[in-house]
């Protein structure tokens, strides 16, 4: 019998229609400005609420690599510069411990969106079994620490330490690594590793600094007010409060059923609701996991990005969310009895399976949520990569809750910000507590995310060399600026629904070099101007990013649906062939062993 959501039956003119009305209505000539940076007088909200600075004297020491980043990035680096005989690594990270992303977002709820088994990297080297088919943040965070113990990162890192200045010495041919500690290090090599989404931003609301209330950033959760803690125990201080919560993205959707079993009264600010698919956790079979041969967490690895990009396997061993889209497109594809595979054909396909999937999430919602305005309200009108998708299976549950009110804007965004609550629709919500699940910034300068400039060659900044976009070889190298290297998944494999995979890819292409510039004596690596010029012709020839897309509704995806323009478009760009052909092209480059582009000088 069909349903509503058959392919078959969805009117796709309609459904197209209303995707661009509602778009319409959350554009904003600011976009990406209207965002409040967390500075001034909400320095406070980025502060660490978890670990206080230890005491220590200042340092001043030669290091052979600095690693600016203790989450998943300077981990898995740091891991694969160890096990390639380079020991003298000193990450600095600002947070009292490494982690990044999982130091940071403690809310509870917080659980990786992608299986476990290919989202935690170094698995078989530090032979941790995942609980969870999606672990929770707690297990996620302690797995961070495992990688570091593991590989002995603690020796000699600076935590609770921020970079402040950051410059090449070319006399000695080293960086000069100055922090908000007093240390003062010489290191041969810098890798930067500080995450796409590490700092926090706030919503752009008229009278945001007025809120007399207590407030803060899902980012920064303050355990101390809402009672609890990370590993779920109930949120046992807010039963008799009212709270507020801006922001329905991947993170509110997690947070917002645990804040439901706890507050008095729970109010959700909703711009654009998040899509929800089915979540379906498990915990991990011992017996089972016993059963993986040795190399399994990288043919995992293999098997999910070939799967999630649109190539064929035999099997699919994740399973989820992720690759349930990817499959229905290979499918509707193959069925095609005139086997045309043209990129017309697969582009039909895949905007048909996109409109059966968000009938189905549509549907999803009328399901489980028992009031009608309510679960319209709570029904995303876009495609669904236009957002990161999201998946839960108690977050639409939540709103069938008494304590619980959906204050949906239109698409507006909250009116106001007052003293004493929030307005919307000329109504004023009195809360005695508001949090920001606001999100991330993104596409801001690296500097004001980063918190420090780089000064390279001939005194050239990376604010100036990047004033266009970012522009690199592979993502990691950038001429005029030696010895130092960028891990990321810009410029590289750009690979979205799992960012660690392009983190432990780019770890080995810079332990390689490391080691060998060590073994050549080489004391300085740099990019040519060409090579990096030709990398980017590449990247630009034939554009794959995630800033481009207009016909999205506005979000950091595709720059709030402002034209991404050429430095959008560079600070966003992927590989042209995918991140499978990135990673055996970098594989493959890795080996020659003849580092094209790459200029080794004594
Ligand atoms: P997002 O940027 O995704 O969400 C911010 C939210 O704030 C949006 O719902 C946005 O609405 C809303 N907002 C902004 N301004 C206003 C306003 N003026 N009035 C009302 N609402 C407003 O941040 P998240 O922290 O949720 O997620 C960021 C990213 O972090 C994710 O996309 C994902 O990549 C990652 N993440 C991953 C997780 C995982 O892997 N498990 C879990 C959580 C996050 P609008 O949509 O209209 O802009």
């Given at each position: 019998m069909a349903t509503s959501h058959d392919a078959g039956s969805i009117d796709h003119a309609a459904v197209h229609e209303r995707y661009r009305i509602e778009r319409d209505k959350r554009l904003r000539r600011d976009g990406n400005e209207q965002y409040v940076e967390v500075a001034g007088q909400f320095a406070h909200f980025v502060e660490d609420p978890y670990v206080a600075p230890v005491p220590r004297p200042p340092r001043s020491d030669d290091v052979t690599v600095v690693f600016i980043g203790g989450g998943f990035a300077g981990l898995v680096t740091g891991a694969r510069l160890k096990q390639a005989g380079v020991d003298d690594v000193c990450i600095i990270e600002k947070g009292g411990d490494f982690g990044g992303t999982w130091y940071w977002n403690r809310y509870p709820g917080a659980q990786c969106d992608t299986t476990s088994f290919v989202y935690l990297p170094l698995l078989e080297e530090t032979g941790h079994m995942p609980t969870e088919k999606y672990a929770h943040g707690p297990e996620i965070l302690e797995h961070c620490q495992r990688i570091a113990k593991h590989f002995d990162l603690y020796d000699g890192a600076c935590l609770s330490t921020e970079v402040t200045e950051l410059a090449w010495d070319a006399g000695r041919a080293r960086w000069i690594v100055r922090t908000n500690r007093g240390d003062e290090l010489r290191a041969q090599f810098v890798v930067m590793g500080t995450g796409p989404l590490h700092r926090p931003k706030l919503p752009g609301?008229?009278?945001?600094?007025?809120?007399?209330g207590h407030s803060f950033h899902t980012s920064r959760w303050d355990y101390d007010y809402t009672g609890g803690d990370p590993t779920g125990s109930p949120l046992d201080r807010l039963g008799d409060k009212r709270v507020g919560i801006i922001g329905t993205g991947a993170t509110a959707v997690q947070c917002v059923p645990r804040l439901a079993e706890a507050c008095g009264q729970l109010f959700v600010f909703q711009r654009t609701p998040s899509s929800i698919d089915v979540r379906n956790n498990t915990r991990t079979d011992p017996e089972w996991f016993e059963t993986l041969a040795p190399g399994w967490q990288d043919e995992w690895l293999l098997n999910f990005t070939t799967l999630q990009t649109g190539g064929l396997v035999e099997?699919?061993?994740?399973?989820d969310g992720w690759t349930d889209i990817a499959k229905r497109v290979r499918d509707r594809v193959l069925a095609d009895p005139s086997g045309d595979f043209s990129p017309a054909s697969l582009l039909r396909a895949f905007n048909e399976s996109d409109d059966e999937k968000m009938a189905e999430i549509r549907a999803r919602v009328d399901e489980l949520v028992a009031d009608p305005d309510t679960a319209e309200a709570l029904k995303p009108w876009y495609r669904q990569l236009c957002k990161r998708p999201c998946f839960h299976d108690e977050y639409l549950q939540a709103y069938n809750s008494p304590n619980v009110t959906l204050v949906d804007t239109?698409?507006?965004?909250?009116?106001r910000i007052t003293e004493r609550g929030v307005v919307v629709g000329g109504t004023e919500h009195e809360l005695d507590c508001l949090i920001y699940a606001s999100g991330f910034e993104v596409g801001t300068d690296f500097t004001r995310r980063s918190g420090y400039e780089v000064v390279g060659r001939d005194g050239r900044t990376l604010t100036e060399h990047w004033a266009d976009g970012m522009r690199s070889l592979h993502g990691i190298h950038v001429h005029g600026f030696p010895n130092l290297f960028v891990v990321g998944p810009s410029q590289g494999a750009n690979l979205i629904s799992n960012i660690p995979h392009n983190l432990t890819e780019a770890g080995a292409t810079v332990a390689t070099i490391v080691r060998h510039a060590l073994d050549r004596r080489a004391a300085v690596v740099e990019v040519t101007e060409e090579a990096e010029q030709a990398w980017i012709d590449r990247l630009l020839a034939n554009y794959r990013g995630f800033g481009g897309n207009p016909e999205c509704t506005p979000g950091y995806y595709n720059n709030e649906g402002q034209p991404a323009g050429r430095r959008g478009e560079l600070n966003t760009a992927g590989f042209p062939e995918g991140p499978v052909a990135y990673f055996t092209y970098i594989d493959a480059w890795r080996r020659s062993g003849r580092f094209e582009g790459l200029d080794f000088r004594a």
């Open positions: 609301i008229a009278g945001i600094e007025s809120f007399a099997k699919d061993l994740v399973m239109d698409g507006q965004g909250v009116e």
